[in-house]
Nanobody
Framework: QEHLVESGGGLVQAGGSLRLSCVVSGIDLALFAMGWYRQAPGKQRETVALVSRGGITTYPDSVKGRFTASRDVAKNMMYLQMVSLKAEDTAVYYC????????WGQGTQVTVSS
């Protein structure tokens, strides 16, 4: 059964760093393009990173150069390294496929204080 569990969030000061993790169950990560997404209060969910089946990563301008997505196919894990965090990065962060087809996990809260 497909299942996503995100972790690693927390409260950090602006300029700080966090590393998020996502346990992916029920699918073979090697066969799927994956993504990291976030949703801030009162805003729509947005994409912050995509990882192709071949491991190629893409980012929106808002996080480019600060966020790095990666995956461990053997462990079926996704990661999001975030540095130089800004107050506007505050949101609940989720992982899912690139087409967001899996049931959403509970997400992990990232709060950046300015």
């Amino acid at each position: 059964q497909e299942h996503l569990v995100e972790s690693g969030g927390g409260l950090v000061q602006a300029g700080g760093s966090l590393r998020l993790s996502c346990v992916v169950s029920g699918i073979d990560l090697a066969l799927f393009a994956m993504g990291w997404y976030r949703q801030a209060p009162g805003k729509q969910r947005e994409t912050v990173a995509l990882v192709s089946r071949g491991g190629i990563t893409t980012y929106p301008d808002s996080v480019k150069g600060r966020f790095t997505a990666s995956r461990d196919v053997a462990k079926n894990m996704m990661y999001l390294q975030m540095v130089s965090l800004k107050a506007e990065d505050t949101a609940v962060y989720y992982c899912n496929t690139d087409t967001q087809t899996l049931p959403w996990g509970q997400g992990t809260q990232v709060t950046v204080s300015s």
